[in-house]
């Protein structure tokens, strides 16, 4: 049987088992293991447990854990509140601020907790509330939550970037760095958008509202500075070469929660072993995904799949930012269904040596990928993020909450657009800092 059609065996029986509501790491064993017993024998097995964990012996996967329980921490606490607050009180004055106070909250809370479900609750939980009873119409209110929310994917520390570095053996620290001026222009856009909402419609500061006073606007910096800083030495440790990613990550958790517990008082033993449980859960979950995922390459590689899919898009006499387009497209599809962390490594070990042999970065691809899997976090079915907003908000229906993150996924397309136009975005900056790079 010719690989191309055991690939698409493959790709058929993959689709239908999730489809059944199979965890993804589950569903990945499954068809690995099953397709290695039918065109390999029984004999196979006895490689499935090397395979297994040889895809988790990577150190810089212990970057992921520290980076989840830094996240935890911080989201355990008021952290989010507290930046919402402190945003909200210097953007009041300006046309559309309490949006874009909700944004900046989001990008910054998104960046230092790396999770976007986290982000949505915890700025949603204040932030939409907020805004109704300020007017703004629901579909914006819960829309601007959902997309900023998504923005922690891309701005680093990111672990969509960790795993995406890991499974196409290219540098993290350039990773990091070429997320930076997407993440801000993404933001950037998120807040354009909102102000020229509100400048149409007519949400501003209106004369003879309390507004805030100076002491007011200072006085709530102190709980938010420390953990700003954290992002800004995190990234300091990563690009001066102080430090690896997990040694920065290690740091990075311990401070967060030592801050969280001596800022918030949180010396209760219930609440920090719900910070450690619910951080073990999810690096467990991701963890079981890169193991499954290491063993599904081994059994595409092993039955000559990836490079016969290879070799056949080598073949084709399309130009090469057709077939960059057909990629993106391809990669919207996939985050509609699967989570990114999925997606990631089950598609870019194949795609990277694709992407590298037409002529393209794959630290630019990387970026432009995270941006595709943002795009999916606010899109049914799946629609994680859209799930959440509905969940802290279940007066607003989910189509409401739908229309409000399309001019934001909008902006997300024209983000990838300028990237394509403009590879500097994202080359840049880690070509500055850290020397151009061979591939």
Known sequence: MSPLIIGLLIAFSLILILLCGVPVAFALGMVAVGFLVIFEGPNSVSVIADTLFAGLNEFALLSIPMFILMGAAIASSRAGSDLYEALERWFYRVPGGLIISNLGA???????????????AAIGKMGIPEMQKRGY???????????GGTLGILIPPSITMIVYGISTETSIGRL????????????????????????????HFKIGDKGYSWKEKFEILPKVLPFLVIIVLILYALYGGVATPSEAAGVGAFVCVA???FIYKMWNMRENWEILRSAMRESVMIMMIIGTAALFSYMMSSLYVTQSLAEWIATLDVSPWLLLICINIFLLVAGLFLPPVAVIIMTAPTLVPIVETIGFDPIWFGVMLTINMEIGLIT??????LYVINNIAPDVKLPTILWGALPFMLCMILAII??????????WLPDYMMGTAQY
């Open 137 to 147: 119409p629901d579909s914006l209110a819960t829309g601007a939550i959902a997309a």
């Open 380 to 385: 049914p079915p799946v629609g994680l993020n």
């Open 176 to 203: 990091f760095m070429a997320g930076i001026i997407p993440g801000l222009l993404l933001t950037a856009l998120f807040m354009a958008w909102s102000l020229y909402y509100a400048k149409r419609n007519g949400f």
């Open 418 to 427: 300028l990237l394509i136009i403009f590879p500097g975005l994202a080359t």
């Open 106 to 120: 989001c990008s910054i809370f998104a960046a230092l907790s790396g999770s976007s479900p986290a982000t949505c």
């Open 259 to 261: 801050l969280v517990i």
